[in-house]
């Protein structure tokens, strides 16, 4: 099966999921990926409005001589720890640092509304920083595609 990327595989140490490819472009292939939520199981699914179905774009840098097509059924993968790692610096210390920021600044200012300001701006200076790196992270995590034996589906409707 050809992939994209270095010779690793979709193997158990990855996080996949199944996609059709919707362009091509020179350096780049543009994968259209359901985004299916876990709301069928989730007895609040009827009040809460986090879970969304759609689909989600991903931007797989080409690499080697792969013939992939627009359309083809694709298996969108990577490495299990960087997903992890993603959801580290999105989730995990973004929490840590408005936890930490929110404690600090109420020790210090008798206005907690300020000090709930201070602790967002704090918050906004990490997103703002990952952002300016937003390059060199795209560098770090990158996907890699493989054909997944169903080549040329019917691309899916965006909704």
């Not at 994209?4 to 292939?29: F, H, K, M, N």
């Not at 960087?82 to 200012?109: D, N």
């Amino acid at each position: 099966m050809p992939t994209s990327g270095p010779s690793e595989d979709c193997s158990p140490g990855s996080v996949s999921r199944q996609g059709v490819i919707e362009a091509i472009s020179d350096t780049l292939y543009i994968i259209s990926v359901p985004a299916v939520s876990a709301c069928s199981e989730c007895h609040a699914r009827g009040s809460c409005r986090m879970g969304h179905s759609g689909t989600r774009i991903i931007k797989v840098p080409r690499q080697g001589n792969v013939d992939f097509r627009v359309g083809d059924a694709v298996e969108v993968y990577m490495k299990r720890s960087l997903g992890l790692r993603a959801v580290f610096l999105g989730y995990v210390l973004p929490f840590i640092i408005l936890l930490g920021a929110l404690i600090i600044t109420v020790t210090w200012m008798e206005n907690e509304a300020h000090a709930a300001l201070l602790s967002l701006g704090i918050l906004v200076l990490y997103y703002t920083g990952l952002w300016a790196f937003k390059k060199h992270l795209t560098s770090v995590f990158k996907f890699h595609i493989k054909h997944n034996g169903n080549t040329h589906q019917v691309l899916p409707q965006r909704t």
